[in-house]
């Protein structure tokens, strides 16, 4: 068939992203998954962070995605199955993308245990302005003198957050940082994709390396009998992260990476809120400071897109 005619005003992905035009509605809707992967992902990073305190760090990253890999199976079958044979232009993007997932749970997880959870979601924040620094650097998509402003300005905030050179600085502060980084590089090459890749698949390679990895390093790190109790956080762990990887890349293929980036921001408020019911914490001044810079470059960015799409 045909590929559907396009107005020439009407600003289309690149060819070695995706070939099918934007539609009505497409940044809404990612944005909308966006946002339900950034509370789920979070509600996900509080379980284990409680979980954690009392069995090691990698026998719940290997018992939880055991979790998410029966789940993701699961909610495949009802689509018609699971499709783990990938073609050969998609097993570079499968390979960068199983990188950057391996190697930001690794330094999330860990920088989770040391830090608070508001603040490590803080430097987050600055994630969508790194991909959509790399979109433009990598994939073509337009990003003018405003959005660099924004960039800049987000990273004013993190810095803001890191505070270098100050007592709040340390290595767990770098290891965030390069946790962000590795998300920003997983989320790119999930748009490398072609659209006989299913969501479900990444998403069960994706929690399939992961537990490997868990399982891996626990047997350095040696396991502990959990509770029932344990096993139900566990359970509900696993749960919230088989949603938010779903919505993440499902989020990450529809829309503008541009325009449905800066709503990770969503996760800010969740952590915040989380810290304080659960863990009794509380940013202090300067991470508000900072994260009033990231947020708001984030939202700014939403709005020109919004004028943008208006134009066009």
Request: proline content about 4%; hydrophobic content about 55%.
């Given at each position: 068939m045909?590929?559907?005619?396009?107005?020439?005003?009407?600003?289309?992905?690149?060819?070695s992203?995706?070939?099918?035009?934007?539609?009505?509605?497409?940044?809404?809707r990612?944005?909308?998954?966006?946002s339900?992967?950034?509370?789920?992902?979070?509600?996900?990073?509080?379980?284990?962070?409680?979980?954690?305190?009392?069995?090691?760090?990698?026998?719940?990253?290997?018992?939880?995605?055991?979790?998410?890999?029966?789940?993701?199976?699961l909610?495949?079958?009802?689509?018609?199955?699971?499709?783990?044979?990938?073609?050969?232009?998609?097993?570079?993007?499968?390979?960068?993308?199983?990188?950057?997932?391996?190697?930001?749970?690794?330094l999330?997880?860990?920088?989770?245990?040391?830090?608070?959870?508001?603040d490590?979601?803080?430097?987050?924040?600055?994630?969508?302005?790194?991909?959509?620094?790399?979109?433009?650097l990598?994939?073509?998509?337009?990003?003018?003198?405003?959005?660099?402003?924004?960039?800049?300005?987000?990273?004013?905030?993190?810095?803001?957050?890191?505070?270098?050179?100050?007592?709040?600085?340390?290595?767990?502060?770098?290891?965030?940082?390069?946790?962000?980084?590795?998300?920003?590089?997983?989320?790119?090459?999930?748009?490398?994709?072609?659209?006989?890749?299913?969501?479900?698949?990444?998403?069960?390679?994706?929690?399939?390396?992961?537990?490997?990895?868990?399982?891996?390093?626990?047997?350095?790190?040696?396991w502990?009998?959990?509770s029932?109790?344990?096993?139900?956080?566990?359970?509900l762990?696993?749960?919230?992260?088989?949603?938010?990887?779903?919505?993440?890349?499902?989020?990450?293929?529809?829309?503008?990476?541009?325009?449905?980036?800066?709503?990770?921001?969503?996760?800010?408020?969740?952590?915040?809120?989380?810290?304080?019911?659960v863990?009794?914490?509380?940013?202090?001044?300067?991470?508000?400071?900072?994260?009033?810079?990231?947020?708001?470059?984030?939202?700014?960015?939403?709005?020109?897109?919004?004028?943008?799409?208006?134009?066009?």
């Amino acid at each position: 068939m045909a590929p559907p005619l396009v107005s020439p005003l009407r600003r289309v992905r690149p060819a070695s992203i995706r070939p099918e035009p934007l539609k009505p509605g497409d940044n809404l809707r990612g944005a909308a998954l966006m946002s339900a992967s950034m509370v789920a992902f979070t509600c996900n990073d509080a379980v284990v962070k409680f979980v954690s305190q009392d069995l090691p760090l990698y026998q719940v990253i290997a018992l939880r995605g055991a979790v998410v890999m029966a789940l993701i199976a699961l909610l495949a079958q009802r689509q018609g199955g699971l499709r783990l044979r990938i073609d050969r232009a998609a097993r570079r993007p499968m390979s960068l993308r199983l990188l950057g997932e391996l190697g930001s749970t690794l330094l999330f997880l860990n920088a989770l245990q040391h830090m608070a959870i508001g603040d490590l979601t803080a430097i987050m924040q600055a994630l969508p302005l790194a991909v959509m620094l790399g979109a433009a650097l990598f994939f073509g998509e337009s990003l003018g003198w405003r959005r660099l402003t924004a960039v800049l300005v987000g990273m004013a905030g993190v810095l803001l957050i890191l505070r270098p050179g100050s007592g709040a600085f340390g290595i767990w502060s770098l290891v965030a940082l390069g946790a962000m980084l590795l998300v920003a590089l997983r989320d790119l090459s999930t748009r490398s994709f072609g659209a006989q890749v299913g969501s479900a698949t990444i998403a069960f390679y994706a929690a399939a390396a992961v537990t490997v990895m868990g399982l891996v390093l626990s047997l350095f790190q040696g396991w502990e009998t959990p509770s029932l109790r344990q096993l139900a956080l566990l359970g509900l762990s696993g749960l919230f992260l088989s949603v938010g990887y779903v919505t993440a890349v499902s989020a990450m293929r529809i829309g503008e990476i541009s325009a449905v980036a800066p709503f990770r921001y969503t996760s800010l408020l969740a952590a915040i809120i989380l810290g304080l019911l659960v863990f009794g914490e509380w940013p202090d001044a300067w991470t508000w400071a900072g994260s009033a810079l990231v947020v708001g470059a984030g939202i700014y960015t939403i709005w020109r897109e919004s004028r943008l799409g208006r134009r066009a």
